[in-house]
């Protein structure tokens, strides 16, 4: 051990004499001016302009492009959001988060529990099979409804996304929540009928009688269950609308 010790410190003895006299070489140089043809001329070198005051003209300016370009807004993929264009990978976030976003699967378990409960329709029954039944064909409709909307949307330059309008006064809140349930977004900010939902939740949820059970595949349930679609939507839109506010005074 106190070899070892006595070899590194060895090594770290040498290398700073080296060190020290390789200093002592380069000041006796520097002090000598031994070598003047290597000293650096400052004067010789080219003087930039704003180094007078003056702006440099040859300053790279920005492109047109550059210059006219906006900022790209941030892709946050929320279910709502106040940017008016959509891309494809936004569409499938929203389809995504209004399937199988907690507040969908929560409301599944509310209407499969009260079917359940009440056992309608009767096939189903009122054990735990029949409420899983209830709750898978709920989940079936709602993803054709809203691949459809998103598809239609895609091709007709809809977007489904709800719009928060929080600077509003509450009964315009309100107004814009049951506005927004048919009316939505195009690309340049413009409201129009949302034509897509128009034919996704009525043709999903006829579609859906192909697939239930007799006593509910029928044209008046059909009916039924097509306002409750446009009910959760609205519902939905209100939850967008004022959950946020809510938060901001809860202190959680």
Avoid: C
């Avoid at 029954?125 to 809203?146: E, K, L, P």
């Avoid at 107004?175 to 129009?192: H, K, L, M, P």
């Amino acid at each position: 051990m106190l070899n070892l010790l006595s070899t590194r410190s060895y090594k770290l003895v040498v290398v700073f004499v080296v060190a020290l006299a390789a200093a002592g070489i380069a000041a006796a140089q520097n002090a000598s001016g031994t070598d003047a043809s290597n000293t650096l001329d400052v004067s010789a070198l080219p003087v930039r302009p704003e180094a007078n005051g003056a702006p440099d003209p040859t300053a790279a300016l920005p492109t047109a492009a550059n210059a006219s370009r906006p900022a790209p807004a941030p892709d946050t993929g929320s279910w709502s959001d106040n940017a008016d264009e959509i891309t494809a990978v936004q569409r499938l976030r929203w389809i995504t988060v209004s399937t199988l976003g907690w507040q969908s699967l929560a409301w599944g378990v509310i209407s499969a529990g009260v079917g359940t409960a009440e056992n309608h329709p009767q096939e189903y029954g009122t054990h735990w099979n029949g409420f899983a039944d209830r709750y898978g064909i709920r989940i079936s409709g709602v993803v054709t409804s809203n691949v459809t909307e998103a598809g239609l949307g895609e091709i007709w330059g809809e977007n489904p996304r709800y719009k928060p309008e929080p600077e509003k006064s509450f009964g315009g809140r309100i107004e814009s929540v049951i506005y927004q349930t048919f009316f939505t977004r195009r690309a340049d900010g413009n409201f129009e009928p949302a034509y897509a939902r128009f034919i996704a939740i009525p043709g999903s949820n006829f579609m859906s009688n192909t697939w239930r059970v007799k006593d509910e595949a029928d044209t008046p349930h059909a009916l039924e269950r097509t306002g409750y679609g446009f009910a959760g939507a609205m519902g939905s839109n209100a939850f967008h609308e004022f959950w946020p506010s809510v938060k901001s005074h809860l202190h959680f």
